[in-house]
């Protein structure tokens, strides 16, 4: 049995960028337990050019804008972590599909502003680059916590691995970077969580949960050439919104949100609904658009560390954050959530996930002495003076 001092559990954005502000402060005696095979949570990419992280052929899948400007945690990670940042393409007109029996109707487009940032490499880079600050010794993946046992010295975490076999950790705090709704569905907690404390968390949305992307990757961005920004909204489908989703220096792509409910997909063969897709575009953005190089679908509602039953349902909007720990009893401090949904500022963004593991991080006792410690040291009282 590992025992460490705190226990990370999901190694998404949250989880990666509290071990970060761990190893930054000089804590070193941590686990990030992941139970995917792979980091970045509910960051993903696709390439059609292999998957190394040096290449900027890399399309999210996943979340895929940011605004600086406003979520000014989250530029300022970028920028210490040199990541190139880019502006969402908005040039041009957009399209409207609102009848089968006329064609789509073209509409001045609109640019937001502030404006939506992208990053060179997709939003797998920010994932790859906080990997590679960290210590991967204390990384374990293909591990799903389903069990925290509270003891009168630690925390126990029973996780299982892709064949069955259960490991045990021992760890004195644990840091939750799993939505609410998954943790509290998929960890059996002993004793359990205060009534109250388990109903916020079972009762607030995952957010992107009931989505799915398509991605179709095409060799020249054909519809700038017509004026158009490659936006498109339809009231005829399958995909509801469109966007570009092209990259300096790599291939020219569009995707777009599927609009049909998650059950509906889910009966629907792959191959098919791609055809869908390619016919969509094609109606949309003329025949180039109907033979992409490759295309690509992610369905997030099928994704079990994403998505449970409840989250299949759609949802309007950003839920308000939960509480993130127990206020009495044994789970008080020992357990706290950190995962985006937590964030008071942006519930469910990127920018949340690093707001939330932020004042996660800070507000662990080990933190807190860490940095008073440094601060009091001599060599400290001399580089402030």
Not at 301 to 324: E, I, L, N, Y
Request: aromatic share 8%; hydrophobic share 40%; net charge neutral.
């Amino acid at each position: 049995m590992r025992t460490t001092r705190i226990a990370i559990v999901g190694a998404g954005l949250a989880g990666l960028y509290a071990a970060f502000r761990l190893e930054k402060s000089g804590i070193r005696d941590y686990l990030l337990l992941e139970a995917r095979d792979r980091l970045g949570g509910r960051i993903e990419s696709a390439s059609a050019s292999g998957t190394s992280p040096e290449t900027v052929d890399h399309f999210d899948l996943g979340p895929t804008w940011f605004w600086p400007g406003f979520q000014h945690r989250l530029g300022c990670l970028a920028e210490e972590l040199g990541l190139e940042r880019f502006a969402q393409f908005e040039t041009g007109d957009m399209l409207m599909e609102r009848s089968p029996d006329e064609p789509p109707t073209r509409l001045q487009g609109f640019a937001n502003s502030p404006p939506s940032m992208r990053l060179i490499g997709g939003m797998g880079a920010l994932a790859d680059a906080l990997h590679r600050h960290l210590d991967t010794t204390r990384i374990l993946t293909g591990q799903r916590v389903h069990h925290l046992r509270a003891t009168a010295s630690h925390i126990e975490l029973d996780s299982e691995d892709a064949s069955g076999r259960t490991m045990i950790q021992r760890a004195e705090r644990v840091l939750l970077a799993v939505p609410p709704r998954l943790a509290e569905g998929n960890i059996t907690f002993s004793p359990s969580l205060p009534r109250a404390l388990a109903r916020q968390w079972r009762g607030t949305p995952t957010w992107m949960a009931p989505h799915a992307k398509y991605i179709a990757l095409y060799d020249q961005p054909f519809w700038r050439e017509q004026g158009l920004s490659g936006e498109a909204r339809s009231a005829l489908g399958p995909l509801g919104e469109i966007h570009d989703a092209s990259v300096p220096g790599g291939h020219a792509a569009l995707f777009g949100f599927l609009g049909m409910p998650a059950q509906t997909r889910k009966s629907i063969p792959d191959d098919q609904l791609r055809l869908h897709c390619r016919v969509q575009m094609a109606r949309l953005f003329g025949p180039r658009a109907a033979t992409p190089a490759v295309d690509f679908i992610k369905d997030w509602a099928q994704d079990s560390c994403t998505a449970t039953a409840a989250d299949r349902q759609p949802v309007a909007q950003h839920a308000a954050a939960p509480t993130a720990t127990a206020a009495t009893g044994p789970w008080h401090e020992r357990l706290t959530g950190i995962a985006s949904e937590w964030s008071p500022g942006f519930p469910g963004y990127l920018a949340g996930a690093v707001e939330a593991a932020d004042l996660g991080v800070q507000a662990l006792p080990e933190f807190r002495r860490h940095v008073d410690a440094r601060s009091a040291s001599p060599v400290s009282s001399r580089r402030r003076s």
